[in-house]
């Protein structure tokens, strides 16, 4: 597996979803496995560690990895004010912000945790002005990440941001975007990505504002941008790419989606397209939950046919099976392709076995 293979699948689904549960494995390896099968994460975690890279962190629908020459865009249209909190800067959080692009000037690559010490800044539990359990730099530093003046070569191996200033993250002259054509290139995107989809599945790919991508949307289809399109089953207007090629025949290839992959993680998506119920339990308290703690919705080329709640118990070197639930009856040729997925799977996260539970 090469980079460039990498780059051809960032090139089409834009964006890896990034989160810290570490079940499995991390959110954004599992999306590249599910399209590409084993490959090394290393790869990965290289390339977006290098400066100028075609693949960088930003928020996009959550925080993903996305592909570099979308991140002025989305700096024009993302609207984190829970995380941009400059706007309750003291005089000492703006002096720490200028001492931080200072810094990282000089050590591109630097956490928020070296750069506090490196700056000699307070603890977490020494301060208390906004509640929550992170010191002034980390205050600082994500408030400059959501600007976009600092991004990120990459994490660490304790999963932090490597921060470094966006001139030396970025390809190009960092001229800033008019954010009516941002918008519009995102939607394109958005759309060359999902393929087809209401203005909400639109929107929601890269957390836009849902009028002004309706109301964008309604334009770009008088000039032609998109085409405007029926779906039977689907009350809603639906778009799509000018030429779209739909293919007569889909292989009855079996894929697991992680809970976090840009194909599922719109539900409402999943339920008017793939008549697909999926909700991820893990905030929901254990007696409460239906399926699991971490279940992967099951793919068989292009319908939904189960889920399987999996775990990686890495001292027993073993991928735990903890339930699986089809959509309808088991079948004996899904069951056998989900074998020998989960087998090459194990294999990927460098464990020795299969086990399931029951």
């Not at 591109?108 to 000699?120: V, Y």
């Not at 778009?239 to 539900?267: A, C, E, W």
């Not at 397209?273 to 905030?283: G, L, P, S």
Request: proline share 4%; hydrophobic share 35%; net charge neutral.
């Amino acid at each position: 597996m090469t980079t460039r293979k990498i780059n051809s699948t960032l090139d089409s689904i834009a964006q890896l979803q990034i989160d810290s549960i570490n079940v499995v494995t991390r959110a954004h390896y599992m999306p590249l496995f599910s399209r590409l099968g084993s490959y090394d994460t290393a790869l990965l975690d290289s390339h977006v560690s290098k400066k100028h890279a075609r693949t960088t962190e930003y928020w996009a629908h959550e925080a993903s990895y996305v592909r570099s020459d979308l991140v002025p865009d989305l700096i024009a249209w993302q609207r984190r004010r829970w995380i941009d909190r400059s706007e309750h800067f003291t005089a000492e959080h703006h002096e720490l912000s200028r001492k931080v692009i200072d810094y990282l000037r000089q050590c591109p690559g630097t956490t928020a945790r070296e750069l506090s010490s490196a700056l000699n800044v307070a603890p977490v539990g020494e301060k208390t002005h906004w509640g929550w359990n992170w010191n002034d730099t980390k205050y600082v530093t994500e408030s400059l990440f959501a600007q976009g003046k600092i991004l990120s070569l990459g994490r660490s191996s304790q999963f932090e941001r490597r921060f470094a200033l966006a001139s030396d993250v970025l390809p190009g002259d960092g001229a800033p975007v008019v954010p009516e054509a941002a918008l519009e290139r995102l939607i394109l995107r958005s759309l060359r990505s999902q393929g087809i989809g209401t203005d909400h599945c639109i929107a929601e790919y890269f957390r836009l504002p849902l009028k002004l991508v309706g109301a964008q949307l309604e334009h770009m289809s008088q000039r032609g941008q998109v085409e405007s399109v029926s779906v039977r089953g689907i009350s809603k207007q639906c778009y799509l790419l000018p030429g779209t090629s739909i293919p007569r025949k889909i292989d009855d290839d079996l894929r697991l989606l992680s809970p976090f992959d840009s194909m599922v993680f719109n539900r409402r998506r999943l339920e008017a397209f793939f008549d697909f119920n999926y909700r991820v339990e893990i905030y929901v308290p254990q007696p409460q939950r239906r399926y699991g703690y971490y279940v992967y919705p099951i793919l068989l080329g292009e319908k939904f046919v189960g889920r399987i709640d999996l775990k990686a118990e890495r001292q027993k070197q073993v991928l735990k099976v903890q339930s699986v639930h089809y959509e309808q009856e088991s079948d004996p040729e899904i069951e056998r392709q989900l074998a020998s997925e989960l087998t090459m799977m194990a294999s990927w996260l460098g464990l020795d076995e299969v086990e399931h539970k029951l």
